[in-house]
């Protein structure tokens, strides 16, 4: 009787507790149906039931999005391995982190499982991944022959449906609202995930967003896979997807086995796509090797594989035709896109492209990776041991031995920020108990110490040391290859913190260090306490001080603080005090809680996105300015400060105009009509709007490109001399050397010489008889920091920040990012100080 129940059970399902819906039956329309998006609760649902069905799949929540809904993870393999899930867990993290002898790590190794993570919808307006998702769970639990058995049998999938939750709801509403209307292709006029949107990807070493956080803690603190596949769309016209290997350049600190095991997984990826007679799969363009922050990129520096595909993509679930005759000639790097070349070896002749075929390529990429990491289980296992272990001894017989971290900082808070920032992506970072020798010095007690020699030594340099982009040309004399995303991004230069690099060897008492929440404390006796402006912890405090009620006065170098809770809220932001007996001279201002807006167009400005976040980072109030809010005017009666993030002056008077032929990447030009209530800029009207503002005692704080609008329509006597006849300045966002009036307000608390971030657009000239601040300059000489730049004299010794006075009131100008994507906390207060000073 039991030979016979177990019988009809697997006559049921193979695998299975129960039956298992296929996706279709589940959403109500095969998985990449034209004119179909499925959302959040579709998606997740779907992997509910399987979950509940099958003995192969099981669903965890392992984080929350900005606005709470659950991000999951469906870990897929056999029922097996499934139920031994924590022991393979252990398995991975003890080889990825070098913690085993030889023969130790060996067995382990013919123990374990290969680790492989595939997530999906991380830009959410690149669809066909999530709507894949289903699809691919289903085969992977379903399917019965033997290359599908072979996976369950020696991987574990770490799948995750929906990376970015928030971004799926919006995208996925907005798109089946407009079906079937003349707005059926407009693009989505916010950003697709709370403050960040399309830089979601930009956040993998600053890991300033939540979603961020809760995946970076599964990559590099739980499991530690060996495969990383971040899936994406869309490749260089007309090419139907990109896989590695990655172009040029090269960043020689990713170690070279990972390189050479993404072209494999990539030639796999390659091979399999030809056999399946798919066309269109391009290599080696446009996504370099170089640059470390995406979530593909920061796993490479973690000894892992990271992979990056770009499918194919019209708008939404919306098909397309395409014909030749309509291609470009020539890809970007000069190859033609109608005939064969190695990278690009079956050219696509155009036809009917659908979401339906994007989920179909990229149904190849997943089984070609698995299929390999099956194939390979042992050897990619045993591989993450043997960098491991190479980076550690690596770190002790290579030079740097360690980095150093005084705790006598400038800026005390952003240096437990930044360590804070290495520990949550697996640095092991250490604290000194007693004085030690090194570098020539002696370092006291509390010193942090971070020892190169340590599994993810790759990724501890890149961030801890500057880049030197590499000028790699066309031919001997063409343009240097401009960097995918930016150039430098070297912490201790953007954060602002004193980080010694120590050579030699040396010996010292450390303790681990797990808490990076800085000791508050009171010192001296008194009446007032006096808060250090450098601190920027300090920040953090004073709007919750102005909340409850304390009087505030701000000097150059001290806050002077009267209020009876003011220990409490001090302990709780981490911040230290010292008690005066006299109060502040009378000459020193009190500050209140400023009255704010930031403008908000309608279309995703992530720039406006990232000053948000610090907005509320640092609990500052503000109100979102729309364009009619403009335009309607009386705004010093409301406002002390407004603020415009990096926007085009173009972009800011006239925002999206309905029916304009709209370029995207990868795409011929199309027309895409935008709803009525989202098109438009502030207009001439919102022109005045602000002009008035300024003019009646208001401040306004134009962030990079946004200072375009002021300087254009306001006649400031300052003009923008990046391109000109003085020759033309470029920088792909790089760190640059800049001095600073540490006299003027708007630089109180700041050093006289510090690093900012510029994407290389505004180097000011100035009107020597007006009345203007000259806050920060750029260096004289040697400006590049980290990064790369061309151009560097005609920026040298001329202003980067200025003040001007524009009738009762003032336009304060930044010609760089002084809060770039949430990681320059080495020029916070730059912004924080114009704000609060309005």
Known sequence: MLALVLLLLLLIAPGAWGQIPDPAGHLGHTAGADYKLAGYDAIIGYFKKLDAASGRLKLEEYGRSAEGRPIYVAYISDEENLARLDRYKEISRRLALGRATAAEAAALAREGKA??????????????????????????????????????????????????????????????????????????????????????????????????????????????????????????FPARIFIPPYAEPLNPLIPAAVMEGIHLIGAAMAERFALENKPGVLAYHGYDAWWNGGLRSVPAFHNMHGILTETALFQYATPAEYKPEDFPARFGNGLPTREPSIFYQRPWMGGRWAIRDAVEYMLTADFAIL????????????????????????????????????????????????????????????????????????????????????????????????????????????????????????????????????????????????????????????????????????????????????????????????????????????????????????????????????????????????????????????????????????LRSQFDAIVLAAQSAASIVHGTRSGEYVSRPGQPRAVLLQRPEFTGGIGIAGVAALDEFVREGGTLIALDSATELPIQYFALPVRNVARGADGNFYCPGSLLRMTLDPAHPLGYGMPANLMGFSSGGQVFELNAEADLDRVVRFASSDLLASGWLSGAEVAHGRSALVVATHGKGRVILFGFRPQFRGQTFGTFKLLLNAIYSS
């Not at 693009?187 to 956080?213: C, I, S």
């Not at 505030?552 to 302990?571: D, N, Q, Y």
């Open 115 to 236: 680790i492989v993570w595939i997530d999906s919808g991380l830009h959410a307006t690149e669809v066909a991944p999530v709507q894949q998702a289903p699809e691919l769970a289903w085969r992977m639990v379903t399917q019965e022959d033997e290359e599908t058995r072979r996976i369950r049998r020696n991987v574990i999938l770490l799948q995750v449906p929906v990376i970015n939750p928030d971004g799926l709801e919006m995208v996925s509403r907005w798109y089946m609202g407009n079906v079937g209307t003349e707005y059926e292709l407009a693009p989505l006029p916010w950003l697709y995930q709370k403050y960040a949107g399309h830089d979601n990807n930009r956040d993998w070493f600053m890991l300033n967003l939540v979603e961020t956080r809760a995946s970076t803690r599964m990559l590099f603190q739980e499991w530690f896979p060996q495969i990383v596949y971040n899936q994406h769309q869309t490749p260089a």
């Open 371 to 634: 299929d390999l990491a099956a194939s390979r289980a042992e050897r990619f296992l045993l591989k993450s041991y043997q960098m491991a272990r190479e980076a550690i001894v690596l770190g002790e017989t290579a030079k740097p031995f360690a980095y150093v971290v005084p705790p006598d900082q400038w800026d005390r808070g952003a240096a437990y920020e930044m360590l804070e920032r290495l520990a949550y992506a697996g640095v092991e970072i250490k604290r000194a108990s007693a004085t030690f020798p090194a570098g020539g010095k002696t370092h006291p007690a509390g010193t942090f110490v971070i020892l190169a020699g340590q599994p993810f030594r790759a990724y501890l340099k890149d961030l801890l040391e500057p880049q030197r982009y590499p000028e790699i040309k066309t031919g001997g004399t063409g343009p240097t290859k401009q960097p995918y995303d930016v150039a430098g991004w070297t912490l201790p230069m953007s954060m602002g913190v004193r980080v010694e690099v120590v050579d030699e060897k040396f010996e010292a008492a450390l303790d681990d260090v797990r808490d990076f929440s800085p000791p508050a404390a009171v010192e001296g006796d008194g009446a007032y306490l006096t808060l250090d402006r450098r601190d920027t912890r300090t920040y953090t405090a004073l709007s919750d001080l102005l909340r409850d009620g304390a009087a505030v006065r701000a000097g150059a170098e001290t806050f002077w603080i009267e209020s009876a809770g003011a220990t409490a809220i001090l302990k709780r932001h981490g911040v230290k005090a010292r008690r005066m007996p006299a109060a502040a001279p009378a000459e020193v201002p009190q500050w209140r809680t400023p009255r704010l807006a930031l403008y908000e167009p309608p279309l995703p400005n992530m720039d406006a996105g990232w000053t948000q976040w610090v907005l509320d980072r640092f609990g500052i109030a503000h109100t979102k300015l729309g364009n009619t809010a403009v335009q309607a005017g009386g």
